[in-house]
């Protein structure tokens, strides 16, 4: 009688531990992954579009045109040749994880305090900038917000009387206003400022002796060079505080400032956001030619039409300044962390810019060296691109 051939027990009973394996892992992930679309949305909220568009912000437009193209193929005819869709597996991991496989740090994120302000991408690094010196926003405790703090009262006379000689200068002469500034967090301070040397440095905020200063510096030294300025000196903190909106609104309050500059002065072209960083002043200050300087910082938002022309604009800044002032610019950084700003108000104009000046540790007249250096290459730019018009 012909038997067929051997089958070991053993083999057979491989065979089933494996599919009970691979049984109970996806059982553990659909369970993960069903909880994790039942939860991400808060308790009290439901799937709806608002939330399918906060998702979406976080996918790259040329995810969303391979999404669209499993509709209508001709979507896809405008991807570059080498241009492969998004793995779904890794889009349904990331949503239920909040872990990006295509970015070890994301693993990182929740565990190690900070991290995951690091995200984002460094267009251009200047002298010492890598992913450990990233500017970083340091929003003031609620009882700090409006507290009046001590500082050095010569500052403000200062600056009344560089207005005087600003006002003298220019007398007779004005100039279209064609360069917008703002500070949309206006009482970012400097440590060496402020009479109290022991305050942590996360409270170094002042209702007048702040970046509103480097502001004002900055149009004055603009006029200086012909160049006409709206300079909003707006207290955006105090108008934050009267209508019950979080520090995380600024932008949203500074929008409508800049958005009411534009009804009123239609020849604004330029727009820059002044802010101070929080990084210590080993990273913000730089010392050329004997002369002691507060480093700048571009930063530009990605999620809007104009990041392209505002992304030109920093990068042509930043080479010029380097030019003149070698180790002055930080570089130019887009920001893409959970809970980051992704517009910074930069939709509304093509040529938008936030300029940090320096840091907490900082002087005002380390920062005014930086401004009127700035000033100087910006004025440079800026009459090259009226000649050629």
Avoid: C
């Avoid at 089933?16 to 039942?38: N, P, Q």
């Avoid at 996918?59 to 405008?78: A, D, K």
């Avoid at 929740?110 to 929003?139: K, Y």
């Avoid at 934050?240 to 995380?248: I, K």
């Amino acid at each position: 009688m012909r038997q067929g051939p051997y089958r070991p027990a053993f083999k057979s009973r491989t065979s089933s531990f494996r599919k009970y394996l691979f049984t109970s892992v996806t059982g553990v992930l659909s369970i993960f992954m069903a909880a994790s679309v039942l939860t991400a949305f808060g308790p009290g909220y439901a799937l709806s579009s608002a939330s399918v568009k906060d998702f979406s912000e976080h996918l790259s437009e040329e995810v969303l045109v391979h999404i669209m193209g499993t509709e209508n193929r001709y979507f896809t005819q405008e991807l570059e040749d080498n241009s492969r869709p998004p793995q779904l597996s890794s889009i349904v991991f990331e949503l239920a994880t909040s872990i990006d496989p295509d970015d070890p740090r994301s693993l990182l994120a929740r565990e190690l305090p900070g991290i995951a302000s690091f995200g984002g991408e460094i267009l251009v690094a200047g002298e010492g900038t890598d992913f450990t010196t990233m500017p970083m926003e340091s929003a003031p405790p609620p009882e700090v917000m409006m507290e009046e703090r001590e500082a050095a009262t010569e500052r403000l006379e200062e600056m009344d009387e560089m207005r005087e000689a600003i006002a003298e200068l220019t007398a007779g002469k004005d100039p279209s206003k064609t360069v917008h500034i703002i500070h949309s967090h206006n009482r970012e301070s400097f440590l060496p400022e402020l009479k109290d040397q022991t305050i942590p440095r996360h409270e170094v905020f002042h209702e007048s002796v702040n970046i509103t200063l480097a502001g004002e510096r900055l149009g004055q030294e603009l006029a200086k060079r012909g160049i006409g300025s709206v300079v909003d000196t707006s207290d955006v903190t105090s108008e934050l505080n009267t209508r019950g909106w979080q520090y995380g609104k600024s932008y949203d309050m500074s929008r409508e400032l800049v958005q009411e500059a534009i009804a009123e002065h239609e020849e604004l072209t330029f727009f820059f956001d002044l802010h101070r960083d929080s990084v210590p002043r080993e990273v913000t200050t730089a010392t050329i030619n004997g002369e002691v300087y507060a480093r700048t910082f571009f930063v530009i938002g990605r999620n809007h039409e104009s990041f392209e022309k505002n992304k030109a604009l920093a990068e042509d800044l930043h080479k010029r300044i380097e030019q003149d002032y070698p180790g002055l610019s930080r570089g130019v950084f887009v920001p893409d962390s959970p809970g980051a700003n992704s517009l910074y108000n930069q939709d509304l104009s093509e040529n938008s810019l936030i300029v940090e000046f320096g840091g907490i540790d900082n002087s005002l007249d380390e920062v005014y060296n930086s401004v009127e250096a700035f000033a100087e290459v910006f004025s440079q730019f800026y009459f090259e691109q009226e000649g050629g018009s």
